[in-house]
């Protein structure tokens, strides 16, 4: 089994609007690359790539995985 090392960053954004700080957050942070995973219903409402946009227009690069099933029963 091979191992991986995560490095989460202690920056949180939460609340209305933090959507849209996301970009300059992860500039701060170094962060050039991001995955978005989502279900199909953000997928479809727009949301996902609402989010993306936001993330591109910061510099940043973006791919989306939506191949998950619903939460497990």
Do not use: Y
């Not at 942070?29 to 479809?44: E, Q, R, Y």
């Not at 727009?46 to 993330?55: A, P, S």
């Amino acid at each position: 089994m091979m191992s991986f090392e995560v490095h989460i960053p202690k920056t949180m954004l939460i609340g209305k609007g933090a959507r849209r700080e996301t970009s300059k957050v992860s500039n701060d942070l170094g962060i050039t690359k991001a995955l978005l995973v989502s279900d199909n219903f953000l997928l479809s409402s727009g949301v996902v790539d609402e989010f993306k946009q936001i993330l591109e227009s910061g510099g940043l690069r973006v791919s989306v995985f939506t191949d998950i099933d619903k939460e497990p029963e």
